[in-house]
């Protein structure tokens, strides 16, 4: 089976629980650990949606709720392999750009990221990432 990554909202779904995040978790714990990953541009993404909501506490309860967030946040990428953004993948993007893929930045590079791993992305995003060729996508949300 080729590699799984995760795009940004799989993983915002899984972090909120409900049933699109249960339904990720429940495939997901049926698959070798290594068989999945996310990209260091979702972690990016990731990491600054956490950061702006940190920052924007304004009482102390509000800044421990924000602070415990962000632990558990970094303490489930520390779990999760991170696929980065290198050299073919920079390639990729660079080529799928001037070729007129009009996807927006970070849903290119993750894609290219990807495309340079052989993987499937997992995403509800199948509208623009089905604009990248060659590129699979599934959603595992429904």
Known sequence: ???VLLDTDHISLMDRGGLEG???LAR???MPPDDFA???VTYEEQIRGWLAISSQARTEPQRIGAFQRLKRHLFFFCKLTVVDYDGQASELFVRLRNEGVRVKTKDLQ???IALANNATLLTRNLSDFGKV???RVEDWSA
Do not use: E
């Open 1 to 3: 089976m080729p590699l």
């Open 110 to 112: 993750i894609a290219a």
């Open 28 to 30: 997901l714990a049926r």
């Open 133 to 135: 060729p060659g590129l």
């Open 22 to 24: 249960g339904r990720i």
């Open 38 to 40: 996310t990209t260091i």
